[in-house]
């Protein structure tokens, strides 16, 4: 017997705006990470703006903001990594072909906004853009090889985000409606899998890492709050017109799964612990499953002093659109106490007490496979929906040999107890269908903006300063991840 169920999805993850490159190509308009030049672990990545005199600036990515009268704009001094990214537009055809050697049964992939609308408010899509796609989509095909699509991952058309606000502004509900009417009347045929935002929950991401009396943290949430109430609604409204469209269409939501365990069995800890996870993880899992907010969400509001402004009908809508199945991203736990720590954890994406029981990869995330099965657990007896795991993965540095041989066996070792850990939850009995380990090409880091910190099965040869051939070559993780799809994930040594 098998560990995993017949038809398992074994396959990898990507997103447009970390991958494709061709940023400007074919009248594709820019998104918030075209102007976003590249990090580290600890320097962040920063913003460019141009200012009326026609100087530029720049601010940091997360907390900054760009002053009075500057628009966004690139600066010619700096370097944008999205830019090119790995070029995917270009090599879609060379990387599908990688994916179907190793065996995929599922690609997990975003569509860019602007390349279908450059601004995001146009009647009419781009024809290049539409095309695009759909030849991605064929290819896909070709291969039997399932798309899974995030139609927004992380990069709204900066206009939408300049002009009009961002998703604070009603109006991009009815944008986005727009937007996915034109991929589900495209793609009918080609694709059944779609998920509405990627980590929507991201949103709510500060309360997992800052205190509540941190300077700007309440009207940080304040403001994500009401954009996550617009986000709600518009992915509520792609799950109810989907069949209308194709009766194949599954509508998935998608969450940044920031599991995080009590530092110690102090109340106060456990107490903090479970508030964190209501506010950073159940709340939005809640609305999407559920199709209504939360017993606590109440609470939650008066806790960050917010007042969510809704409409008439908003419920409604809640109610009619919830998603057919729960997809999140598993990288690392957190871990949340009330006491003062010595040791803390510093790398981007991850701030908090350390966890004593763990390891820290070299950009300061845990490894915790059992926080998996734990977690898929914790998932499934709320939701009780098919549940996928769509992003999981080590960001490592990797050393080409002579040869052009890359022995990547500490990312083996990380999928490898990962794999284990959801054979495990699928014993305790989780309905969990797939399996896309993140970044399975080498990609364009989100956090940090590097090259260097690669996920993939495939190398890319692109470098941090711009440089490299694009070249595409197998790591010794290829050629493992191929025989657990083989097999059906029995085989992982
Ligand atoms: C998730 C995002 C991805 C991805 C991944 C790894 O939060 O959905 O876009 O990049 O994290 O993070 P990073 O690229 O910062 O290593």
């Known amino acids: 017997m098998s560990r995993f169920p017949k038809g398992f999805y074994w396959g990898g993850a990507t997103a447009a705006n970390q991958c494709e490159g061709a940023w400007n190509v074919d009248g594709r308009g820019p998104a918030l990470t075209d102007v976003t030049t590249g990090g580290t672990v600890n320097t962040p990545r920063m913003v460019t703006y141009q200012m009326p005199d026609g100087s530029f600036g720049k601010y940091a990515q ?13 600066d010619p001094n700096e370097l944008y990594p999205n830019h090119d990214g790995i070029d995917f537009y270009h090599h879609y055809k060379e990387d599908i072909a990688l994916f179907a050697e190793m065996g995929f049964k599922m690609y997990r992939l ?6 279908l609308f450059p601004k995001g408010i146009e009647d009419e899509p781009l024809k290049e853009g539409v095309e695009f796609y759909r030849n991605v989509f064929l290819e896909l095909k ?3 090889i399932e798309p899974l699509v995030t139609i927004s991952h992380y990069d709204t058309p900066l206009y939408l985000v300049e002009e009009l606000g961002d998703w604070s502004n009603r109006d991009l509900i009815k944008y986005f409606d727009h937007f996915t009417d034109v991929l589900f009347e ?3 045929g080609l694709v059944k899998y779609w998920l509405t935002f990627n980590e929507i929950n991201c949103l709510m991401m500060f309360s997992m890492f800052m205190p509540k009396d941190a300077p700007g943290a309440k009207e940080s949430a304040r403001v994500g709050l009401q954009q996550l109430h617009h986000q709600f609604l518009a992915s509520a409204l792609t799950v109810k017109k989907a069949k209308s469209f194709d009766p194949n269409y599954k509508v998935g939501c998608m969450l940044a799964g920031m599991a995080s365990y009590p530092l110690t069995c102090d109340p106060d800890d456990v107490i903090l612990n479970m508030t964190k996870m209501q506010e950073g993880f159940w709340y939005c899992g809640d609305v999407m499953v559920h199709g209504e907010y939360p017993y606590y969400a109440k609470r939650m509001w008066a806790d960050f002093g917010a007042e969510v402004k809704m409409e008439p009908g908003d419920e409604q809508i809640l109610k009619e659109g919830k998603v057919e199945f729960f997809t999140f991203s598993y990288y690392q736990t957190g871990v949340t106490t009330t006491h003062k720590t010595d ?6 994406l991850s701030r908090g007490a350390k966890n004593p029981y763990l390891k820290y990869s070299d950009w300061g995330w845990s490894t915790d496979p059992q926080g998996l099965r734990y ?8 939701y009780r929906i098919p549940l996928m795991v769509v992003e999981n993965g080590l960001g490592a540095f990797d050393k080409v040999e002579e040869d052009g041989s890359i022995h990547d066996d500490y990312r083996i070792d990380y999928l490898r107890q990962h794999v284990d850990a959801m054979a495990d939850a699928i014993a305790d009995g989780v309905d969990l269908q797939a399996y896309t380990t993140w970044g399975c090409i080498d990609l364009v880091s989100a956090g940090t903006g590097e090259m260097r910190k690669r996920y993939g099965f495939i190398y890319v040869d692109k470098h941090d300063d711009g440089t490299g051939t694009m070249a595409r070559s197998r790591k010794d993780s290829f050629f493992w991840y191929k025989k657990v799809i083989a097999s059906n994930g029995d085989d992982i040594a």
């Open 375 to 382: 977690f898929l657990n914790e998932i499934y007896a709320r």
């Open 110 to 115: 975003s569509v860019s906004w602007s390349r």
């Open 142 to 144: 070709k291969y039997n």
């Open 343 to 348: 040791e803390e954890v510093g790398g981007n």
């Open 186 to 188: 495209e793609y009918k």
């Open 62 to 74: 997360w907390g900054g903001k760009k002053p009075e009268g500057a628009k966004f704009a690139c």
